[in-house]
């Protein structure tokens, strides 16, 4: 994008970005809002949603290389409203931003891209389904069978995905509370992508396979204006049971948390506020922050009692909004691998 749309591209978005981590926690005046009791249609939830402010599409990839190292790759897409509805061209009120991320164990590689809507360089659409944002792409007959694509200055990636276990609604029915006053959001996840393809490095490229996951979320105000940003974790563990877990931090210094355990067999178990605890056990000084890079989870209803540690902890994404994210190791009562996100500090 160039520095003049980029220019055009903050002040559209700046009045979305008053309250909260990216805005999160502004007002949805106007637009739809999450209702309990939605029952999440498909495809068409897996397409756009002009109608709620905020919506992402996000995937992370948990991989190991034929050179026996392992590696971590993300790819982002976000779309937000200055009105609801659609429009066409440039009268379109959707803004689009891209995200892709590469890690090593030496480094993190990161690249975003800024668009508007209207105009065909990004958009979304549920069947066939695609995602795109200028060259990067994440499309397939459907979300069950993908093929994934991104790049940067230095680094890029091109993988399939095959699901080998259903989609799993998040919360209630994909009705995610994410405050103690109702705030909430609608969101599913694919957590059973089996992950094979090639990472382009300065080095070389390298094949890889592993395991990936896919959250789909989309609302209108999804925190509190006192929420100031959030710590949250996907873990395939090595049994073949997952988890979704996160805590969002409040400004008087608690927190709201909420997760889901996920059988092997795709049944979804979810957890309120207060059954998952994380506790920061290791810190680490990174983009001249002070992050907790290293965590235990504890989700006590289901026997578990987790370390989660950073394979990078340099995993900064340097991006229009900056925040950590990066794959992690998975030691203790459940041992596996995983993502961690953290953002607001």
Known sequence: MNVKALILWLLLAAPLWAQGFAGLGGGAEGFATPSPGTVLEFPADHGPHPDFRIEWWYLTANLRGADGRDYGVQWTLFRTALAPGEAEGWQSPQLWMGHAALTTPERHFVAERL??????????????????????????????????????????????????????????????????????????????????????????????????????????????????????????????????????RQSDGTTYTSGTWIGADGRAEPFGDGALRMTPVERAAVAGRDLPVGWRVELPGRGLDVTLRALNPESWMDTLFPYWEGPVRVGGSHPGRGYLEMTGY
Request: proline content about 5%; charged content about 15%; overall charge negative.
């Open 115 to 248: 668009a508007r809507g209207g105009v065909g360089q990004a958009g979304a659409q549920a069947a066939p389904f695609e995602v795109w944002v200028d060259e990067w792409r994440m499309a397939g007959p459907d979300v069950s069978e993908i093929a994934l694509t991104a790049n940067g200055a230095d680094f890029g990636y091109d993988l399939n995905l095959s699901a080998d276990g259903p989609l799993i609604p998040q919360g209630a029915g994909g009705y995610s509370v994410k405050s103690a006053g109702g705030q909430a959001s609608h969101y599913y996840s694919q957590p059973f992508y089996r992950v094979a393809g090639t990472l382009h490095l300065p080095e070389g490229s390298v094949s890889v396979s592993g395991q990936g996951w896919l959250d789909r979320e989309w609302s209108s105000q999804p925190l509190e204006a006192t929420q100031e940003g959030w710590d949250w974790i996907s873990l395939h563990l090595d049994e073949g049971a997952k988890l979704m877990g996160f805590q969002l």
